[in-house]
């Protein structure tokens, strides 16, 4: 039993045995405790949602974002045109979120531990994009209940995916300025394994973490188009492999992505793993048969 | 060669190898390259010296601060009277910052990628000090040129301690709520062994990293004094573990704390870091004689 249970934000005694055993997945052990850091709740939140022309104009547009509003960007989320449309279609009081539709849409939150200020400020990134061109319509949420709506139409991503029939999906990370690239390929690559397959990537553009999700055609049969999943996958993790990407960026290993794992990642890397797994687990009694 | 040297913020394609490098003072490998991140730089800064009653009314101050003005408190440094004093004795064009002496001082600097508003924050969070009494006095640096006197204070306090003569050291974190307690107990316990030794403990409160640094009474022999450094360095140790701190917040091993670690350390996080030693550096060619 290693008790690493400690409150503090510096130590430098030794190794960094805490983040060894964070995202293993219980194969070097079992974690059994954690000591939380408690922040206090924002004072005041702000959220908008941004008709944009392109994925490089969402991703300028968190550039302009952070450079005006630093660590107060607290979301940035992209959505597909596609993804709007069937939530309106599939969840019921959904509501267009602008005028007229957009190719691509962006929902950015601020928040602050100040009770004022926060309102100039995310007009002032709104105005800015606008001017640059990186905006073509928006609006700033007036109510809780405004705010909740547009929050629904991309928390909804997955359910209305499902709804649509079969789904691919892919979990990945990459550089943030290689998302508009990626995304062009893996598409491009998608649709060309299954003419008329949709792609609704959306996520967390901050953290160049895309769930890139692609829907079957309309009316092919579900069974048919999951059959494609692993030639859809192979030709979106090389994608991602070109743009220095990663397959895994939150979801993990597991069991599902076991196979995938010697394809993609550095036989160097991969075999440090093994010895890491060889040493705190000789006996190989931990969660066996995942991630390695 | 373990090639690691990617741009992603998320990466769950198994263990974190990186954080494992980091802070093994190239005991397991060294590290040829790193890619860094840029974030703006601050469109606009404050900086206030504050006179605190006690070592409890900073770390309270600093949960109003983070409740008031959360990551836009860059800096929060507390000092001693005594390094105030020293740094009026020697650096030359030093300035008393308040009028009166204070027992303890705390500097703090707020940051933010808005051009305005941050002059409010500082002055709002002054007031609110003042009114729950953790704030004897204070002032804001008015211009570049006083805040750098402020900083220099702060800074030159390593510099101002070795002018004074014999000086005994320990980078420490505690709990940043258990910082009152270790200040007061681990200089009770070195007065016990020294008297007349003086603590001029300074540091990162956010962190919970204190410099406990003490200097030899005046008039004492450095040789004799520093004869004494063990015995000290044993007591505050004893008092840091009591606190569940660290004895090495971000200075490292080393040589330097190489014997104190066996005494300090978690027999199992020492042994688990001899296994990775042994699974890395089968040979022991890595930075020997360090850290284990």
């Keep these: 039993v290693l008790n690493n249970l400690n409150k503090l934000k510096k130590d430098n005694t030794g190794y960094d ?5 964070i995202g293993a997945e219980g194969t070097l052990g079992i974690i059994t405790a954690a000591v939380l850091r408690l922040v206090p709740r924002p ?24 450079e005006r509003a630093g660590a107060h960007v607290t979301s940035f989320e992209l959505m597909t045109r596609m993804n709007v449309e069937l939530a309106l279609r599939y969840i019921e009081g959904t509501r267009d979120p602008l005028d007229a539709p957009h190719p ?56 209305v995916q499902k709804r649509e029939g079969g789904s691919i999906k892919h979990d990945v990370s990459v550089p943030v300025a290689a998302i508009p690239a990626f995304i062009a390929e893996a598409s491009a690559a998608a649709v060309a394994i299954v003419p008329g397959a949709r792609p609704m990537p959306f996520g967390h553009v901050g953290d160049g973490n895309i769930h890139y999700n692609v829907s079957q055609p309309p009316g092919m049969d579900k069974a048919a188009f999951m059959a494609r999943e692993e030639d859809v996958q192979r030709a979106v993790f090389d994608v991602v492999a070109k743009c220095g990407g990663s397959i895994s960026a939150e979801h993990g290993i597991g069991i599902a992505k076991r196979e995938w794992l010697p394809r993609v990642k550095d036989p160097v890397a991969l075999s440090l793993m093994r010895a890491l797994k060889a040493t705190l687990d000789p006996n190989g009694i931990l969660n066996p048969g995942k991630v390695l």
């Design 43 to 66: 004072r005041s939140v702000e959220l908008a949602v941004f008709g944009v022309p392109s994925v490089q104009a969402a991703v300028d547009l968190l550039g302009l974002a952070y």
């Design 104 to 159: 691509w849409y962006v929902l950015m939150e601020l928040s602050s531990q100040a009770e004022s200020g926060l309102r100039d400020l995310i007009e002032t990134i709104f105005e800015a994009g606008v001017e640059r061109g990186l905006i073509a319509d928006g609006t700033i949420a007036e109510t809780l209940e405004q705010a909740k709506a547009m929050w629904r139409i991309r928390e909804e991503a997955g359910e």
């Design 17 to 21: 045995l805490k983040n060894m055993f």
